[in-house]
């Protein structure tokens, strides 16, 4: 049974990282949410390190450029790592081969050019990855829709079907199939994965809930703090946060006032009990504790 706390700070002292989850959790894509903020900075001055662990496809200095300009002050981090770094180290690798079809909006450039400094070098060693049309590519490499705020799955029914007959394997940098942006719910890359498997194709993920992401994750974690520490994972996505907490055998934090808010009462602050215990049986996973929003 997951246990409902009132704070991080409640539990904070038993742990000594936390993965922490973006969208949903310390913002909602326009504004950042004061109380969870203010959570992650207590936590930091308290001895903490905080890692935070999104599925976002960018790179992880596009993910920081986004945070600094909704203003999330740099004393509420410690790292950042992203889909987006996983993936790219993937694709760098030739994953889904050398010259690729993508599928994603403009302003995920970023991706094939803009690499953190531990990938950098390897990027430089390997062959490059030239972007083609869907019928020359060895692959696909999906990092979202190209306009996630007015098309659907559906609008890509037609690319997925000729890259499934033509047998191209699909590389997912971003496993999330939706987020809240504002007040609006939009599709993201996992829900183009999701469908190209549906129809028989074969999709690649590197983001949260599979096991790449958190690799990047220990070794960055590595690089700010010896031994082996207690690392507690905090997002609202049960799917991905969660299921990939409990994956690397870690405690998870799951945030109830986000995207399933709905399901846990009218009170997105104070989830019921009664209710969130069986949702979760029902999705057999439980998380080690419950709040309603990170504070």
Not at 114 to 141: H, N, S
């Amino acid at each position: 049974m997951a246990e409902i706390i009132a704070s991080l700070a409640g539990i904070g002292a038993r742990y000594d990282a936390v993965f922490c989850d973006l969208w949903g959790c310390l913002h909602n894509g326009h504004t950042p949410f004061p109380a969870a903020v203010a959570a992650l900075q207590g936590y930091r001055r308290a001895g903490g390190t905080v890692v935070l662990l999104t599925n976002s496809p960018r790179p992880k200095a596009s993910v920081v450029a986004q945070l600094d300009g909704m203003g999330v002050p740099r004393d509420a981090w410690d790292e950042v790592v992203t889909s987006g770094d996983a993936a790219q180290f993937a694709m760098l690798s030739g994953a889904v081969g050398r010259r690729v079809f993508h599928i994603g909006a403009e302003k995920d450039e970023a991706f094939f050019t803009d690499f953190a400094t531990d990938l950098m070098d390897y990027a430089k060693a390997q062959p490059p990855i030239t972007r083609v049309p869907l019928r020359d590519a060895e692959g696909i490499v999906c990092t979202g829709l190209r306009d996630d705020m007015v098309e659907t799955p559906e609008d890509y029914r037609v690319e997925l079907l000729l890259g499934k007959t033509l047998g191209l394997p699909m590389l997912c940098a971003n496993p999330d199939i939706v987020v809240d942006f504002g007040d609006k719910r939009l599709w993201c890359a996992g829900a183009l994965a999701r469908d190209y498997e549906a129809m028989g194709g074969r999709a690649l993920y590197f983001g949260k809930p599979h096991p790449p992401i958190y690799d990047l994750a220990r070794r960055r974690l590595g690089a700010l703090r010896k031994g082996e520490p207690q690392i507690l994972c905090i997002g609202d996505g049960i799917a991905t946060d969660v299921q990939g907490g409990m994956a690397e055998g870690l405690d998870t934090l799951f945030i109830t006032g986000g995207i399933d808010a709905a399901a846990f009462g009218p009170d997105s602050n104070h989830p019921d009990p009664t209710l969130l215990e069986p949702w979760l049986v029902a999705r057999q996973l439980s998380a080690t504790f419950a709040m309603g929003h990170l504070r």
